[in-house]
C-alpha cells in the first residue's frame, strides 16, 4: 500500500533526475522493491539519454558544410526589394481593376440626365381596354443607356422613362392630342421641360396648336342606367 | 516595330543592389558555419537515417538562404532555421512511413536489410526511434534540442520563444512518456 503511495513519486524522482525527498527516501531504506524499481528507472532513463545524446549529437560529413556552399553558388542572390516587372505588373492590375469598378460605379448614378433634344411620343394603342392608358415619352439617349445598363436597371428605384396615366374617360382625347403633337418637337419640348424653362419656352414663338376636341362621354342607356344607380347607391 | 526594353537603372543603383546582394550572402554563410550542423543534428533527431537527415539539413539551409532577405530580426536565425529543419524533416519522415507502408503491402519480395540497416537495427534504438516519432511535435522538438550538446533550458528557450518553466515541464513529460512507451 505504502509502495503504490510512493510510485508516483519515484518515477517523477527517476525522470527529474533530481534529488529524493526525505519522505521516499525513508521509505526507500525500508523497501527493497521500490529501491530495485527506482534503480530500473534510473537506468532507463540515463540510457534513453545516452542514445538521444548520441543521436542528436551526430557529426554530419565534413563534406557537408562544402557541399552546401556550392548548392548555395548555384542560388541566384536573395531578393533584396522589387524588381522592376513586379512594379510594372503592380500597376497594370491596378488599371484592370480600376477599369472594372468604374462602369459599376457609374451604373448606380441615377439614369435621367439627358436632355431632351429630341425626344419622340408615342402613345399606347389599349385605348378601349378598361386599364389605364399610358404614354411612354422616350429619350433616344435614355434607349441607349438602358441597353447599356440593362443588368442594373432591376435594382434601379428610378423609372427610365416618365410615364403618363390617363383615365380611361380622357383615352380617346389624349391619342388625338398626340397625334398632332407627333413630329413637333418644339412643342413636345415646351410640353416635357422642367417648370424653369417653360418660363422661356412661354416668351418664344410656340407653334400654334389647333384647339384639342374631347367629345362628350357617349354612354347608351344601359350605362347611364348604371351610372345613375351607382350615383343613386352613393348618396 | 520598336522592341520594348526596360528602363535602365542608373550605375549606382546597380552598384548599391550588388553591394547589398554581396553583404547578405557573406553574412549568411558566416552563419552557415555556426549553423550548418545545428540544421543536420535537429533533422537527424527526427530521422533514422544521418544520409537523408543530411540532404534535408541541405535543403533548409537552401530555402533559409533564398528567404533571408525577408528576415527582420537577425538575432533570430537559429530558431527560423531549427523551425525549418524541424518541419522538413517531420514531413520527410512522414513521406518515408508512407512509402514503408506502400512497399510492405506490395512488395512480392521484401528487400534484405542492408550492413548498414542490421548494424542501426539495435533493438533499443529502433524502438526508441518508434517512441520519438509518437511523441507531439512540441515535446518532440524540446526534447532534441535539449539534448544537443551547448543546449542549456535557457538557450532551449531563446531559441523557441518560450518561457523556461514551459520549456522544463515539456522536457519532463516528453521523458516520462519516452520512459512509458520503453518500459
Redesign the interface.
Known sequence: MNCERYKNAL??A???NAKIGAKLARHLEGCNRCRATLQA?RE??S???R???A???????PA??A???I??SK?P?????SS??CSVTGAALALVLIAMIYPLINARQPKIQGDFQTPSIGASQSIGGTQPAYAVIEDPDVRSRKHFNRRFEAKSVIPVAPEVLVPPDEQKAFAQFVARVAGRDAMAEAVVSPAANKTAARNTDLPQVPSVDIADLQLDRAQRNEWTDEAGGSE | MQEFT??ARSTETELA?DL??AA??RE??QR??AC??LA??VA??VLHN?AD??DI??ES??RA?????RLRDPSRFRAWLVRISFRLALDHARSVRRREQRETVWAVNVPKPTAEDVAASNE??RR?HEAMASLPKKLRLV??LA???GHSLEEVAEVLQLPLGTVKSRL?SA??Q??EK??
Open positions: 518515477l517523477d527517476a525522470a527529474a528507472e532507463l532513463f540510457r534513453i539519454d542514445s538521444l545524446r543521436r542528436v549529437n551526430d557529426r554530419p560529413q557537408f558544410l557541399q552546401v556552399r548548392q548555395l542560388e542572390s536573395p531578393h533584396t526589394g522592376p516587372m | 526596360w528602363p543592389l547589398e546582394k547578405l550572402r549568411f554563410e552557415l558555419e550548418g550542423t543536420f543534428r537527424r533527431g544521418a537527415a543530411e539539413a541541405q539551409l537552401l538562404y533564398r528567404r533571408f532577405a533499443f534504438a526508441l526534447l532534441l539534448n544537443m550538446d519532463h521523458r516520462k519516452l520512459a520503453l518500459r
